[in-house]
């Protein structure tokens, strides 16, 4: 399967605090994408890395791409309840198809 | 712009039944994709159409099918319904293909599917 796999699963933390998931992927891509879900709802885009990116911001978002270890990381600042969601890594190839990782389910407590 | 939209929003079917769901891209996308979400298999991609035509095509049965209309409109169509059909299906619409720099997918909220 080329999906990728997010990591942790599941993640609980406090309203104030960082989050960070991370996500690893199999085969080379032309970008890779993240993507927010609420419960049972459909999937917001939140923010796309290329491939010769390394780094990139938007808002409290802070996502990193390391393509020799072919993994991102998504970081969260300053966490809020309304940040309760899965999250989900989408990588694009050459292909057009998208991969979409297993998901990370982050839990913001008040 | 409005944003995808689907229709049915929750479906109800007996197995062994056929269903038929729809999903309206944003204005201007001509691409329209369709992915099963279930619990245990997480998003799974079903298959892509672009200008009528089907582009990508997921691992699914050929229970699974879809066509898009000239207004960039799509269906998708479940025949034979399966218990394991049960999920959550969405659509994604992009303007890639079309010259766009980026292919951001944008989702509709997706049809909820229960068979009993």
């Known amino acids: 399967s080329q999906q990728g796999e997010e990591d942790p699963q599941a993640l609980s933390i406090q309203e104030g605090e960082n989050a960070t998931m991370n996500c690893s992927y199999k085969?080379?891509?032309?970008?890779l994408q993240w993507y927010r879900q609420n419960s049972g709802r459909g999937l917001v885009h939140l923010i796309l890395i290329r491939s010769n990116e390394r780094e990139k911001h938007s808002g409290r978002l802070r996502v990193t791409l390391d393509t020799s270890k072919k993994s991102s990381s998504l970081l969260i600042t300053a966490s809020r309840a309304a940040d309760t969601a899965s999250y989900f890594c989408?990588?694009?190839?050459?292909?057009?198809?998208?991969?979409f990782g297993t998901g990370t389910s982050l839990t913001v407590i008040p | 712009k409005a944003g995808v939209t689907q229709t049915p929003r929750y479906l109800i079917k007996t197995r062994g039944q056929q269903v038929t769901l729809s999903c309206s891209p944003i204005s201007g996308h001509r691409s329209v994709s369709w992915y099963q979400q279930t619990p245990g298999q997480g998003l799974q991609f079903l298959f892509e159409y672009f200008s009528e035509t089907q582009r990508n095509k997921g691992n699914f049965p050929g229970r699974f099918s879809g066509r898009q209309f000239s207004n960039s409109r799509s269906e998708m169509n479940v025949s034979t319904l399966e218990l394991g059909d049960s999920a959550l299906y969405l659509c994604?619409?992009?303007?890639?293909?079309?010259?766009?720099?980026?292919?951001?997918?944008?989702f509709g909220p997706g049809t909820r599917l229960t068979v009993l």
């Open positions: 989408a990588t694009s190839n050459t292909g057009n198809q998208f991969y």
């Open positions: 994604a619409s992009s303007s890639r293909g079309s010259g766009a720099r980026t292919d951001t997918q944008y």
């Open positions: 085969t080379s891509i032309n970008n």
